[in-house]
């Protein structure tokens, strides 16, 4: 197999020279034109009288895939071509019929009374199933047990995170970096609280220091932790005695644990008797209304339904009391209807077999898209062990296809979105130069897709790095269309 060195070496000496900033890098100038992307000035932060012509509106800046679509439309995608692309760029599992699984449901029964509103908790037959699911699952032979009071049904995981958000009091709240995009802006949308985030580090294959947080708890007052585990982008996942250790902590130091499991499903096991284990922190929580730990879940990822808007919020009664306050004002709560259809979706039986064949599937996929990207010289050295993401590390492309905007939007040029690495970074666009951030080499790609797609979007990838080799790297870092501004077509995807 060849490595990347060794395929590009001859090319390294015609590279261009390697910009060291934005300002020479034509992708980046993209980014910044961006409305809200504009480089901000010292907290408090001024408005850019360019960029923002309504009086009193601010742009939060957008998230990757508002940014990949917008980009991706420039480039001539639409949902009429859509399948012309391979959008590897997509957060969602595909939706549609998979081996060993059960058909996916294509209508919904419902009585008449489902067209009233529902609670803002949620439809308790539907918390009732989800502690049962729990119960069942993580907390056999368990003293407390959840009931559907430690239960709220949220329209969506972002309305859930948002919910939680919302309640959060003035206090520290740490988050880390790399992780979900969405973060970023919603921990800033809720003015109160004050979001500090940690870079996790390559070297420690971005694993949480558990330590390193017992001493910033302690040293930086830190009052909440909010983490996606599995975590979106890189794949990692704190399991077994980490867990263990992890809601230790917050009991022992009184921290507030958010966990965002949307992906609890998703690991991928190394041998035959592994297939159907999950993680949750749920399995070591000592009272379900003491031990303040808030997981965030739902059909979107793990049910592949993310259309349905159908997700939970477990934790203390307590929090479910002010979830719903907040709820009330916020999103006034999930579809009634769908709700209803989502009960037997939560049976442990049905639950069991669906996972079974998720794991086998996406593994396979995780596996394929893996070897193949290694035979094109792309090593993955952080490999995912769960999430269906790979975080991808270009440096060792000769410039400027090191850095994750540029090869995003070479890839455009090839009918491929993949989502660049400084979307994962904290608050990108506050940055003075985008090309010191820790996630300017990265990309990360979605095998959440079907396998054809797939390899669409990996023979695109080949076609980049093959034009790089007979062409040399002139070719590259320029020509991109500008973005035209309607934002009525924006992504559906997470
Ligand atoms: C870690 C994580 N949490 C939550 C969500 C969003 O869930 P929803 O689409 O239900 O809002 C995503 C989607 O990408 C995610 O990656």
């Known amino acids: 197999m060849t490595t990347l060195l060794e395929r590009f070496r001859g090319l390294v000496h015609q590279a261009v020279k390697e910009a060291k900033h934005e300002s020479e890098s034509e992708a980046h100038q993209i980014f910044r034109d961006a409305a809200g992307h504009k480089p901000k000035g010292l907290l408090p932060q001024t408005i850019n009288p360019d960029e923002e012509t309504v009086p009193g509106i601010e742009h939060p800046g957008s998230t990757g895939v508002i940014y990949c679509s917008d980009r991706a439309m420039a480039n001539g995608f639409t949902y009429a071509n859509a399948h012309e692309w391979a959008n590897l760029g997509q957060g969602a599992p595909e939706v549609g019929d998979i081996p060993f699984a059960a058909p996916r449901p294509t209508s919904v029964q419902f009585p008449i009374d489902a067209n009233e509103y529902a609670p803002t908790t949620g439809v308790k037959e539907l918390r009732e199933a989800v502690a049962n699911l729990y119960n069942v699952e993580y907390r056999q032979g368990k003293a407390s047990q959840y009931t559907y009071e430690n239960v709220c049904i949220v329209p969506g995981g972002r309305a859930g995170l948002s919910r939680v958000a919302a309640v959060i009091g003035s206090v520290y709240t740490s988050y880390q970096i790399p992780d979900y995009t969405a973060y970023d802006q919603m921990l800033s949308a809720f003015k109160k609280l004050v979001p500090v985030p940690t870079a996790l580090d390559a070297e420690n294959q971005y694993r949480l220091d558990i330590k390193q947080l017992r001493s910033d708890i302690q040293k930086q007052g830190l009052q909440v932790v909010l983490a996606s585990n599995p975590r979106n982008p890189t794949g990692q996942v704190v399991r077994g005695k980490e867990l263990q250790e992890l809601v230790d902590l917050g009991r022992e130091t009184s921290t507030t644990l958010i966990l965002d499991e949307f992906y609890s499903w998703y690991i991928y096991p190394n041998t035959d008797a592994e297939y159907g284990n999950t993680v949750s922190s749920a399995e070591y929580i000592d009272d379900v209304n003491k031990d303040s730990v808030i997981i965030v879940n739902g059909l979107t990822k793990n049910w592949r339904l993310p259309g349905w808007r159908i997700c939970w919020v477990v934790g203390p009664k307590n929090l479910i009391s002010a979830l719903s306050q907040s709820g009330?004002?916020?999103?006034?709560?999930?579809?009634?209807?769908?709700?209803?259809?989502?009960?037997?979706?939560?049976?442990?039986?049905?639950?069991?077999?669906?996972?079974?064949?998720?794991?086998?599937?996406?593994?396979?996929?995780?596996?394929?898209?893996?070897?193949?990207?290694?035979?094109?010289?792309?090593?993955?050295?952080?490999?995912?062990?769960?999430?269906?993401?790979i975080w991808l590390n270009l440096e060792g492309l000769p410039p400027p296809l090191n850095n994750g905007l540029t090869f995003f939007e070479e890839l455009l040029k090839e009918k491929c979105i993949v989502v660049p690495g400084i979307f994962f970074d904290i608050n990108p666009s506050h940055r003075r130069n985008l090309f010191s951030s820790p996630c300017h080499h990265f990309i990360r790609i979605s095998f959440g897709p079907p396998i054809e797609s797939l390899d669409k979007g990996v023979d695109a990838i080949a076609r980049v790095l093959d034009r790089a080799h007979k062409d040399g790297m002139r070719a590259f870092g320029h020509g991109y269309k500008p973005t035209e501004t309607d934002a009525s077509e924006h992504a559906k995807h997470a």
Not at 332 to 344: E, T, V
């Open 328 to 389: 009330s004002f916020l999103d006034g709560g999930a579809s009634h209807p769908l709700q209803i259809a989502s009960i037997p979706l939560l049976r442990p039986e049905y639950v069991h077999s669906e996972r079974m064949a998720l794991q086998k599937h996406f593994k396979a996929k995780r596996d394929h898209v893996l070897k193949r990207l290694s035979e094109l010289g792309l090593t993955v050295s952080v490999p995912p062990e769960a999430t269906f993401y």
